[in-house]
């Protein structure tokens, strides 16, 4: 008897450990004329012991007609690499890195391989695509794995759900989002990498990170709250280019996305990077604007 009671015990230990799976990120919960659509932070790494994701998120993922992610980067590795390879580099002839003042670039040299990084490796790069880079080296020093990011597992959810009704759709595309960041001059592309250099060697950039990371773990409102606070007010280049770039250019068209969705589909589940589900420019208040009930589940 000791052995059926045993394998009965593991399983319901099992069973109350996914129950008690943490709350991470945040969860809003968006209804209109009868429709419901959840909105959830993410963030684009991870670790193993995220998963499983808390049952919520998992039902939620299960039951959508729809996940809409801001990209599926795993739908078309050809597609990503095409457009880091158009918008990422620059074009063959062009000096890159070796075009700039000898004092200058000696200068992001030095920064480089102070973080480890070969300059010889990136020097072809566009700026933006190096301090990309260098900001998911931090995240890996932090012990998050770009391979194991949220996105990915959730789209990997509603690939996997046996009932095949979960379509996977992207808000955005990599070509528009590598676009987008080119589209900062290559000046400002330069003093951003410079700044990112510097906010790296003072100890700022692993310190914020750090500060996002814990948060999303704890799904600590207060917290959150605070980190878009600093956003908002940051004057800095890199704090200016986060919100105005990386956030509010982008938001915009990912509301109208989430609320056309929402008008068509019930129960479809909208996952994106945490930072733009937070303050008065993130979707869950661009999406009251337009008269949509929303409420935070966490």
């Not at 998050?144 to 990997?156: F, S, T």
């Not at 951003?192 to 914020?208: F, I, K, V, Y």
Request: hydrophobic letters at 45%; charged letters at 25%.
């Amino acid at each position: 008897m000791r052995r059926p009671i045993i394998v009965v015990f593991l399983s319901l230990l099992l069973m109350a450990c996914q129950a008690l799976a943490a709350e991470r990120g945040a969860l809003f919960k968006a209804t209109s004329k009868g429709n419901t659509l959840y909105l959830y932070g993410t963030i684009h790494a991870g670790r193993a012991d995220f998963y499983p994701l808390e049952p919520r998120i998992r039902a939620a993922v299960a039951a959508a007609p729809t996940l809409a992610l801001e990209i599926d980067a795993a739908r078309d590795p050809a597609a990503v690499l095409a457009a880091l390879q158009q918008h990422g580099m620059f074009p063959a002839g062009s000096p890159g890195m070796a075009g700039l003042p000898a004092a200058r670039r000696l200068r992001i040299e030095a920064g480089l391989k102070g973080q480890g990084v070969d300059p010889a490796a990136v020097a072809q790069m566009k700026p933006w695509m190096v301090a990309t880079m260098l900001a998911l080296l931090d995240m890996g020093k932090l012990g998050y794995n770009p391979a194991l990011g949220v996105d990915a597992h959730l789209a990997q959810l509603a690939h996997d759900n046996k009932t095949g009704k979960t379509r996977v759709t992207e808000l955005e595309s990599v070509q528009y989002q590598a676009a987008l960041m080119n589209r900062v001059p290559d000046e400002d592309q330069w003093r951003l990498l410079e700044e990112t250099l510097d906010n790296m060697a003072s100890g700022r950039q692993l310190r914020e990170g750090r500060e996002l990371l814990e948060a999303y773990e704890r799904a600590d409102q207060a917290a959150l709250d605070r980190i878009a606070r600093r956003i908002e007010l940051d004057a800095t280049l890199s704090g200016r280019f986060t919100r105005e770039v990386l956030l509010n250019k982008r938001n915009g068209p990912m509301a109208d996305k989430a609320a056309s969705l929402l008008a068509r589909e019930n129960n479809a589940v909208v996952a994106v990077g945490l930072l733009h589900l937070l303050g008065k420019n993130g979707l869950p208040e661009l999406l009251r604007r337009r008269g949509i009930k929303v409420e935070r589940v966490y």
